[in-house]
């Protein structure tokens, strides 16, 4: 078993969750705020420069072996749309 | 990549990410989380509180990393009281970026 951690902008967390559904998948979700890479949103005002966290949704659960590449596969194709803020995925090994 | 998952107090969140984000570690990912330690909640004469109001706070890093941002979530997230919260370090197979499509790091 593979554990699956998936954070995805929120349109799109009701497609994943339908997706996990359809593939007998069990999961939890959670709306979660946070910063990639890039420093989360910037805004400038008077003030200065800021950044805010960006909302997202994280999606968990477990997933078997032999199932994980067929999940990674079709969650990055109903999840990309080619823009920053896309999410990601952590992959992390369970117990054998 | 090592997983760092953080339970600290959810007033000294900000400090942290400040101090994360001057040492070069940008992205990261918060909830808030009700919990108990190890002391099973707090007790002041008729009032028990069998949860806490925590904040996780989760940083994907690099294994070389792993002590750097330990040591800042330490350092920064600590009144020397009980009720500090812990640090879980957890290994992670693989990352993908959804952007690219690509796996990033594999162990």
């Given amino acids: ?96 | 990549m090592r997983l760092i998952k953080a339970v600290i107090r959810p007033e000294r969140l900000y400090e942290v990410i400040t101090a994360l984000e001057e040492k070069g570690f940008r992205g990261f990912t918060v909830m808030d989380v009700v919990g108990r330690g190890r002391d099973g909640g707090l007790k002041f004469g008729e009032a028990n509180y069998m949860e806490l109001a925590k904040t996780l706070l989760m940083v994907a890093v690099h294994d070389e990393d792993v002590e750097r941002v330990v040591e800042v979530i330490k350092r920064h997230a600590s009144l020397g009281m009980f009720g500090d919260g812990k640090v879980f370090i957890c290994p992670i197979e693989e990352v993908w970026t959804i952007r690219t499509g690509k796996r990033e790091l594999g162990v």
């Fill in chain 1, 1 to 96: 078993m593979k554990e699956l951690i998936i954070i995805v902008r929120r349109e799109k967390a009701q497609d994943v969750k339908a997706l996990l559904q359809d593939m007998g998948i069990d999961y939890v979700s959670k709306p979660v705020l946070g910063k990639g890479k890039e420093g989360g949103f910037g805004y400038s005002t008077r003030k200065g420069v800021f950044t805010s966290m960006v909302p997202k949704v994280l999606i968990m659960g477990w997933v078997e072996d032999a199932l994980y590449n067929d999940v990674v596969s079709r969650v990055l194709s109903i999840v990309h749309t080619g823009h920053y803020g896309d999410g990601k995925i952590f992959v992390m090994g369970g117990l054998p």
